[in-house]
């Protein structure tokens, strides 16, 4: 058995297998112009779209329970929505006094 030598092929020259013939065949966007500001600010929201739906006090004091256990260093998990779930259900000064006690341990 001969090992392989490439210099038997007919053909020493190379082809670009990423060159386009024609560069009307090039499917890549055109460059954006160098006056495009393609980075803007959004406009300010407009209070008469605003949705006009109120949260429960239930779901008030669930998200407050929860922003207050994460700024203690205590995120919640998972599993952890049972039972912040039924925190959330007593009376507001009970999730008042949760989250002052969370608070002194910061």
């Known amino acids: 058995m001969t090992p392989w030598n ?3 092929l ?3 020259t190379y082809a670009d297998p990423y060159a386009t013939a024609d560069p009307r065949d090039n499917t890549w966007p055109a460059p954006a112009h160098t006056g495009d500001d393609l980075d803007y600010f959004l406009p300010p929201p407009n209070p008469a779209e605003r949705l006009s739906h109120i949260l429960a006090p239930r779901d008030e004091r669930r998200l407050a329970l929860n922003a207050t256990l994460t700024a203690a260093g205590i995120p919640p998990m998972p599993e952890d929505r049972a039972v912040i779930d039924q925190l ?19």
């Open 88 to 106: 959330s259900a007593l009376p507001a000064e009970v999730s008042t006094v949760l989250q002052r006690w969370l608070h002194h341990t910061l």
């Open 6 to 8: 490439n210099e038997n």
């Open 10 to 12: 007919s053909s020493g």
